[in-house]
């Protein structure tokens, strides 16, 4: 099985920045492909941005700009770098493979990480 662990988040002023990171344990070439996403409370779960196996990056438009997704595949680990917060992107944020499944069919999700931004 592979286990997603999540760390980074936390409480910023409005302007500020916060750095995501996501370890992947297990089944560390689901690694090529992976997203972030975000939920907030009351509100749909949405996506934030992925990387794919070329290395290639795509965005919300919320957030295009302002965040940067990237890797260090030596730390099978995934990074989200968020400047310029807004208290809107105040959310539970989510990594996620694109690539692995579970045996149930699922993707793989890391735990959360709560982000809260104040204006």
């Known amino acids: 099985q592979m286990q997603l662990v999540q760390s980074g988040g936390g409480s910023v002023q409005a302007g500020g920045s916060l750095r995501l990171s996501c370890v992947a344990f297990?089944?560390?070439?689901?690694?090529?492909?992976m997203s972030w996403y975000r939920q907030a409370p009351g509100k749909e779960r949405e996506f934030v941005s992925a990387?794919?196996?070329?290395?290639?990056?795509s965005y919300a438009d919320s957030v295009k700009g302002r965040f940067t997704i990237s890797q260090d595949n030596d730390k099978n680990t995934l990074y989200l770098q968020m400047n310029s917060l807004k208290p809107e992107d105040t959310s539970m944020y989510y990594c996620?493979?694109?690539?692995?499944?579970?045996?149930?069919?699922?993707?793989?999700w890391g735990q959360g990480t709560q982000v809260t931004v104040s204006s």
């Open positions: 996620k493979t694109d690539l692995c499944r579970t045996p149930g069919g699922s993707f793989y």
């Open positions: 990387i794919d196996s070329d290395g290639s990056a």
């Open positions: 297990g089944y560390e070439y689901c690694m090529t492909d």
